[in-house]
C-alpha cells in the first residue's frame, strides 16, 4: 500500500511537470510570434488549467477565424469577430490584419454595399483601427455610382439612336414587334416607347364583333398607356398628341351613336337621351356601391360608386 501511494505521487507530479512544459512550449510560440497553436492546446487540454499566462480560447478563436479567412468567408469572420471580440492582445493586431484583408476581399469581390453595412455593424474599438477602411469604401461607392452613371448614359444614348426606327414601327403599324424590342429595355427612352406602342395596339386593336364596353375598355388601356410615359422627346410628344385626338374623336363618336360612354357621372347620364331609368338595381359590397339602371329591351348601364363602368345594348 505503501509503495502504491508514492507511486501515486509520482504521477501527479509527472503529469503537473507535463502540463507546465507543454504551457511553456505553447507560450514560447506565442512570444515567437506563432499564434496557431491550437494543436498543443487541445492534446493538452490547457483551456482546462485554472492559471495560465493566456486565454487560450482566444487562440482557438483566432485559428477559426484564419481557416475562415483562407476559405474566403469574409463575412462569416467579420460577423464571427462582431460576436466573440478579441482581447488578447498580442491577438488584437493580427486579428484587425484579418479584418483588414476580409474587407478588401469585399471590395474586390464588388460588394461595397456589403462592406459598408458590415463596416457599420463593427464596434468603436474596431473601428478606430480600420478607419481608413471606410474612406476605402466610399471611394469604392463612388466610383460603382460613376461607372453606374456612366453605363446608363451609354444605354440612353444607344437607345436614342434608335428613336427613328421607333417611330418608324408605328407608322408602319408594326406594334407587336416593337413592344418585344423595348420590353426589357431599362432606359426612358425604351420604356416610353414600350408605353407608346402598347397604346397604340390597345386602340387600334380589331373590335369588330366585340361590345361596346370591351371597345372602351381598349380605349382606356390606351389612355392608360400613355399616362405612364415620362419626359417625352419631341417626336414622341407628336405621336402622343395624336393619339389622344383619335381617342377623343372615337368618344365623341361613341357619345353621337349611343348617346353616353363609359366614364360619365351619374347626372351626365341623367342629361344625356338616355335619361331616367325604368329601373334601378343596386349592390352595396366592401368595394362599393355597384347599381345597374334598367331601360328595357335589352339596354342596361352599370355604374360604380356613381361612374358609369360599363353598358349593354341593342341598337339603339
Known amino acids: 500500500m505503501r509503495k502504491k501511494g508514492l507511486y501515486g505521487v509520482m504521477l501527479v507530479t509527472l503529469l503537473g511537470c507535463s502540463s507546465t512544459s507543454a504551457e511553456d512550449e505553447v507560450i514560447s510560440m506565442i512570444d515567437g510570434g506563432n499564434y496557431n497553436v491550437s494543436y498543443l492546446i487541445n492534446e493538452y487540454n490547457l ?4 492559471e495560465t499566462s493566456y486565454d487560450y480560447n482566444q487562440f482557438l478563436l483566432y485559428e477559426e477565424l484564419e481557416g475562415l479567412f483562407n476559405d474566403d468567408e469574409y463575412i462569416a469572420l467579420i460577423k464571427k469577430v ?3 471580440s478579441i482581447s488578447e492582445e498580442v491577438l488584437i493586431e493580427p486579428t484587425v490584419t484579418l479584418l483588414e484583408n ?4 469585399l471590395l474586390d469581390d464588388g460588394d461595397s454595399v456589403i462592406a459598408k453595412n458590415r463596416y457599420n455593424d463593427l464596434n468603436d474599438e474596431y473601428k478606430s483601427f480600420l478607419s481608413h477602411i471606410e474612406d476605402e469604401i466610399n471611394l469604392v461607392e463612388q466610383e460603382r455610382k460613376e461607372a453606374s452613371e456612366r453605363e446608363r448614359e451609354e444605354k440612353e444614348e444607344e437607345a436614342r439612336s434608335k428613336i427613328g426606327d421607333y417611330i418608324e414601327m408605328i407608322h408602319n403599324q408594326d406594334y407587336e414587334t416593337l413592344i418585344f ?3 426589357s429595355g431599362t432606359t426612358e427612352v425604351e420604356e416610353n416607347y414600350y408605353n ?3 397604346a397604340y395596339d390597345e386602340f387600334f386593336n380589331d373590335s369588330s364583333g366585340l ?3 370591351y371597345i372602351h375598355g381598349l380605349q382606356s388601356m390606351a389612355e392608360f398607356y400613355l399616362g405612364e410615359i415620362s419626359n417625352p422627346d419631341p417626336e414622341t410628344e407628336e405621336l402622343i398628341e395624336s393619339l389622344y385626338t383619335m381617342i377623343e374623336m372615337r368618344k365623341n363618336e361613341d357619345a353621337g351613336e349611343l348617346g353616353v360612354i363609359v366614364g360619365m357621372t351619374v347626372e351626365q347620364v341623367l342629361s ?3 335619361g331616367e331609368p325604368n329601373k334601378v338595381n343596386t349592390r352595396t359590397t366592401n368595394y362599393g356601391v355597384r347599381e345597374q339602371w334598367v331601360y328595357g329591351n335589352g339596354h342596361y348601364l352599370y355604374f360604380e360608386d356613381g361612374i358609369l363602368v360599363s353598358i349593354t345594348t341593342r341598337d339603339y
Open 82 to 84: 462582431q460576436e466573440s
Open 47 to 50: 483551456t482546462d488549467l485554472e
Open 102 to 105: 476580409s474587407f478588401s476581399g
Open 196 to 198: 407608346l406602342a402598347n
Open 272 to 274: 344625356s337621351q338616355w
Open 211 to 213: 361590345d361596346e364596353t
Open 181 to 183: 424590342e423595348t420590353l
